[in-house]
């Protein structure tokens, strides 16, 4: 079953707008990772946060972790067009489960 | 590093054949890899994990017999869709667990596109 519920499930946006999602999720984890996938393609990992950890950066992605909300977002700053993709979130613990996904599109 | 390939990377076929898809961790050794399976428009779901040397575990729902998983050494799983049918195609993905890690990464493959005629 998948463990992950992200929304919103599609965003649209004018490019330089800042984009987030949302991924919640039921039961303990060690670590939550988002991805990105283009559409018909495979998976590209984009960051992992530690459930010790309650944010992180890696270029123009901020990532933020609740666990007491068993929660977390993905901000990506000063969108462009390249950035239309899916974005998953996905817990890990002994398993690995994904989250539903949001399609963003960002608009030129 | 920690590089999964995926072969084929599609993949067309009869109904009621057989399709093998083979899923390789390039330059680390993973004991446990998993198998997931992706519906246009939609997430990836789960089908089994994989552990080198034993049986697989399924998910609920998944029906083992269907989907045969072999993970016979600590750089190869390999997924055989028995008897497909045109519901069975999908993308699938695997993804490998570095050995060596105890922070639960996984790094995916490419996927292989699945479509049954």
């Known amino acids: 079953s998948q463990q992950g519920e992200e929304d919103p499930q599609a965003l649209s946006i004018q490019e330089g707008e800042n984009a987030t999602m949302n991924c919640s999720y039921k039961?303990?984890?060690?670590?939550l990772q988002w991805y990105r996938q283009n559409s018909g393609r495979g998976l590209v990992h984009l960051i992992l946060?530690?459930?010790?950890?309650r944010e992180k950066h890696s270029g123009r992605l901020r990532v933020t972790l609740d666990t007491s909300k068993k929660s977390s977002s993905l901000l990506i700053t000063a969108s462009r067009a390249a950035d239309t993709a899916s974005y998953f979130c996905?817990?890990?613990?002994?398993?690995?489960?994904f989250g539903t996904g949001t399609s963003l599109t960002v608009i030129p | 590093g920690a590089v999964v390939s995926q072969h084929p990377s599609w993949v067309i076929c009869k109904s009621g054949t057989s399709v093998k898809i083979e899923c390789r961790s390039l330059?680390?050794?993973?004991?446990?890899m998993f198998w997931y399976r992706q519906f246009p428009k939609q997430s990836l779901m789960l089908m089994a994990t994989?552990?080198?040397?034993?049986?697989?575990?399924?998910e609920q729902g998944v029906e083992k017999d269907k989907f045969l998983i072999n993970h016979a050494s600590l750089t190869l799983s390999t997924l055989t869709v028995t008897s497909a049918h045109p519901e069975d195609s999908s993308f699938y993905i695997c993804?490998?667990?570095?050995?060596?890690?105890?922070?639960?990464?996984?790094?995916f493959g490419p996927g292989t596109r699945l479509t049954v005629t």
């Open positions: 993804s490998a667990r570095e050995t060596a890690l105890s922070s639960y990464e996984q790094y």
């Open positions: 039961t303990s984890i060690n670590n």
């Open positions: 946060i530690r459930s010790n950890e």
């Open positions: 996905a817990t890990a613990g002994n398993q690995f489960y």
């Open positions: 330059d680390f050794q993973a004991t446990t």
């Open positions: 994989s552990n080198e040397g034993s049986k697989a575990t399924y």
